[in-house]
């Protein structure tokens, strides 16, 4: 197959990076893609969310299967453009993508499905948000942003001043824009935070082995939320019964109301998991690979991908059978830009990556990337996603954060304690 991975995130190198050794692919390209995923794929100068550019090119190219990365291409309907002319995409429409585009709609849709998430309200207007505030009993409270916010439109507050703080951010400040024109206002739960993928065709639901993202800026989960500064894959916190009752209480009454609701759901699911006292509970639902989780669940991953997704593209996926994985685990550790999850400044060289790949076992996956000249330079604030396996956890952080000395560039930095929450799992049985 000739295989197209719109995005250009450290996801989308992941999934090129895979698809490139996955036996059913020959060739791979990525739009726009980035340094990285410029040493697996042929990178083609199209942005992600130009949907009518991105059909011209798998037409003449003949493209047999299109992988969507990023949310915003889903929102934005690429999937329904592909499928208007007859090609294969591995992704949501438009309407199902509104699982992930709209904090609200999902909200309401999990109530319907009687899915286990936290209670909630909404709101239109700052007054009526600032009047919910000031008339409640003061607890902690999570604001979210209603559309897309690259992940950073969530605030979990721990009093009422810092809730009408969020607000005030989202509602009046527009931090983000026409995505914050609806907040969702929720109460705070509290456990441990898994990540779910799951492969889903319409009706079959294929899980992928769980993992653990590591949200907060700073080690000891401390400072503010980010797109994630690492994962680690898998998560002793998911047990097989865990993951039973998750795939029963979640996953299946989701699938099942998005078809009551004439939004049949193919793509990945994301479910963001908090395991409370209660049980597991629904933080967020996203509706693609997470970044960076899907780094080191690809690592682990022995199927053909590309065999899995274009299964999943045609329905078909009950006939793929259970996905095979490497026994190691695998650590992720996202090097960041200065200043992020803030402002940053681009175009620092970066060194070191080919010491990096010298590392046994790990791999550099690229995030915000660039190639300027013979250099490659930072072009965002996740800059890299350094991955590595190992025999148990220690080893694989070992080998992980043993490729991460190697790079270097100005203002560079990273969390030092990724996967240690593993451990304790462990250490807890």
Known sequence: MKVLVIGQGGREHALCWKLKNSPSVERVYCAPGNAGTALEATNVDIAATDVEQLVKFAKSERIDLTVVG?????????????????????GPTKKAAELEGSKLFSKELMRKANVPTAEFRSFSRFQDA???LEEREETPLVVKADGLASGKG???????????????????????GASGNKIVME????????SILAIVDGNTILTLEASQDHKRAQDGDAGPNTGGMGAYCPTPLITDKLMDQIVEKVLVPTIHFMNVEERPFKGCLYAGIMVTNQGPKVLEFNVRFGDPETQPVLMRLKSDLGELLKAAADGKLAEFGPAEWDPRPAVCVVMAAEGYPGPVKKGAVIRGLEDAAEIADAKVFHAGTARKGNDVVTDGGRVLGVTALGADFAEAKLNAYQAVKCVRWQGGWCRKDISDRARSYLAEG
């Open 154 to 176: 969530v605030f979990v507050c721990k009093n009422r001043q810092e809730a009408l703080d969020a607000v005030k951010q989202i509602m009046v400040d527009q931090a983000f």
């Open 187 to 194: 109460e705070c739960l509290f456990g441990d935070e898994a």
């Open 70 to 90: 990023p949310e915003a291409s889903l929102v934005a309907g690429v999937v329904d453009a592909f499928q208007a002319v007859g090609l294969r995409i591995f």
């Open 130 to 132: 600032v009047m919910y």
